[in-house]
């Protein structure tokens, strides 16, 4: 198949030709029909992490079933597909449940297996749900891992209506998903960004208002916090928590470290929440939205040629949503 190929971590990926995994008994082969850019993208191209090599790139991808396993029954050929990211082990999925992304053995698709930035992708079949009705292809590529990991971000806040969220640094697709479903949830949402146009769009998206993630501090203060900036808005964020508040983070796009006050920690009795990914349970719900008119946030679409230049948009912070690659 041709597929955007990693040979070195650190490296830059190259369009060619690479053989086909054999597709296992109890996996799917899915003709890829549009793919998603995360910035897990960029970081294994710096070694961080270092995927097996070579590597092909692609959390997000939907396409059309073009070959089932001899275990495969429910799925078939020529099915409209979504691949769901999070791959668990069936006996972390029947041990811990919702859970299942805390299990030893959660892998993601394009980063510990073979992802969509190619002419196929491959997944269990358990990871193959049926595309969502009257949703185009580039949001079906579009809504996986961000929706994901926003809904169990939210989820694990315990999110309630009525209370009020700040996205840190709107822009990401997972930033965007933040603020679609928490609007979707009742409670109120406030957003940052250093970019006036994003903060914008970000309004018209639905936040009641919006701050200049460059201010010393924000006038906010939330229930919830979605982070993943890291150290570069770590203290305005601090700052914006409400006594017994909750900050969930799923990443640090500006670094792997922070400093914190332990004792405005304890004092104000927060809680610090990681997160990542997301459960089956978790994406079916997420699916459900999505058929249910859900909006899906889209940034630019680009040719599968364009990859590169595709890249270059997410790692200048360009762009507002998924960028989507269409094949």
């Known amino acids: 198949m041709h597929a955007w190929i990693l040979d070195e971590s650190p490296g830059e ?18 003709r890829v029909v549009a793919s998603a850019l995360n910035h897990l993208d960029l970081w294994i191209t710096h070694g961080l992490p270092r995927p097996k090599l070579p590597h092909v790139p692609g959390c997000d991808a939907a396409g059309v079933i073009e070959a089932v396993g001899s275990e495969v029954s429910d799925l078939a050929v020529g099915d409209e597909v979504v691949v769901n990211p999070g791959i668990s082990p069936i006996e972390d999925i029947v041990a811990l449940g919702i859970n299942s992304p805390l299990g030893a053995g959660f892998t993601i698709v394009g980063e510990h297996a073979w992802g969509g ?47 009020t969220v700040l996205v840190v640094g709107i822009g990401s697709g997972v930033a965007c998903a933040a603020l679609v479903l928490a609007r979707h949830m009742g409670a109120d949402v406030v957003v940052t960004s250093r970019s006036e146009a994003k903060r914008a769009a970000a ?16 006038p906010v203060l939330a229930d919830v916090i979605v982070e993943s900036v890291g150290p570069a808005t770590w203290q305005q964020s601090t700052r914006s928590l409400k006594p017994g508040g909750r900050m ?36 079916a719900d997420v699916t459900r939205l999505i058929e249910g008119g859900l909006p899906v946030i889209v940034d630019q679409i680009f040719d599968v040629a364009d990859y590169p230049a595709a890249l270059r948009r997410m790692e200048a912070a360009e762009q507002l949503g998924n960028i989507v690659i269409q094949h």
């Open 13 to 30: 990926y190259r369009w060619g030709e690479i053989d086909l995994p054999q597709l296992a008994s109890d996996e799917v082969r899915v």
């Open 248 to 283: 969930v983070v799923c990443g640090s796009t500006s670094g792997p470290t922070v400093e914190m006050s332990m004792p405005r920690l304890f004092f104000k009795q927060w809680e610090i929440i990681g997160s990542t990914v997301g459960s089956y349970e978790e994406f």
């Open 117 to 163: 930035h190619a002419t196929f992708v491959q997944a269990p079949a358990r990871n193959i749900v049926r595309r969502p009705a009257n949703r185009t292809w580039a949001e079906c590529a579009a809504y996986p891992i961000a929706y994901l990991t926003a809904y169990r971000m939210l989820r694990r806040a315990r999110l309630a209506a009525g209370e």
């Open 203 to 218: 309004i018209e998206m639905g936040a009641s208002a919006a701050h200049d993630s460059a201010d010393r501090s924000w």
